[in-house]
T-cell receptor
Framework: QQPVQSPQAVILREGEDAVINCSSS?????VHWYRQKHGEAPVFLMI?????EQKGHEKISASFNEKKQQSSLYLTASQLSYSGTYFC???????????FGSGTRLQVQP | EPEVTQTPSHQVTQMGQEVILRCVPI?????FYWYRQILGQKVEFLVS????????KSEIFDDQFSVERPDGSNFTLKIRSTKLEDSAMYFC???????????FGQGTRLTVV
């Protein structure tokens, strides 16, 4: 069952902040965040593991609420380069392959 | 930096024809995946491969699909008899021994006419 992402789309001005949410009805082992620019492959941003371990990039932060099976990606002081579609991918129910949400389209305007 | 490479970048084929999409995963990676993305939609899992066999597959991965690792480097996805609805971007991904981030190839855009 795919995770649910919200919002579906966000438009920001440069320098503004955004939060993208990902939730699942199943117990999660990990949550992965990827950004995809138009016509390109998804690029890894961050992984959050059950138990609190995080691995990712310095300028991006995220949280993982294991009880609620939710993760949030925090984009602060957005730049034009942040534009793209953000996908969360989850490992759930013993399945190691990632199941991706429908994506959140983020557009940062000057 | 090591990368996953996919060939061809774009393939046009007639309905009913067989296609083989090729991927060279990162050399020390152990888990390999195929995903597809229909234009404008989310990335969908097709199949995962570990230790020279399929470890998981989705409902999309029916008898028309097969995967192989014919040698130590290539990982292929074959679609036996393509349908119009198979038109999509197909991504190969590999995951290393620490089983963390997935590295995606640049994709093969398959167009079935």
């Amino acid at each position: 069952q795919q995770p649910v992402q919200s919002p579906q789309a966000v438009i920001l001005r440069e320098g503004e902040d955004a939060v993208i949410n990902c939730s699942s009805s199943k117990a999660l082992y990990s949550v992965h965040w990827y950004r995809q620019k138009h016509g390109e492959a998804p690029v890894f941003l961050m992984i959050l593991l059950k138990g609190g371990e995080q691995k990712g990039h310095e300028k991006i932060s995220a949280s993982f609420n294991e009880k609620k099976q939710q993760s949030s990606l925090y984009l602060t002081a957005s730049q034009l380069s942040y534009s793209g579609t953000y996908f969360c991918g989850t490992e759930q129910g013993g399945r190691r392959a990632l199941t991706f949400g429908s994506g959140t389209r983020l557009q940062v305007q000057p | 930096e090591p990368e996953v490479t996919q060939t061809p970048s774009h393939q046009v084929t007639q309905m009913g024809q067989e296609v083989i999409l090729r991927c060279v995963p990162i050399s020390n990676h152990l888990y390999f995946y195929w995903y597809r993305q229909i234009l404008g939609q989310k990335v969908e899992f097709l199949v995962s491969f570990y230790n020279n066999e399929i470890s998981e597959k989705s409902e999309i991965f029916d008898d028309q699909f097969s995967v192989e690792r014919p040698d130590g480097s290539n990982f292929t996805l074959k679609i036996r008899s393509t349908k119009l609805e198979d038109s999509a971007m197909y991504f190969c991904a590999s995951v290393g021994p620490l089983n963390t981030e997935a590295f995606f190839g640049q994709g093969t855009r398959l167009t079935v006419v």
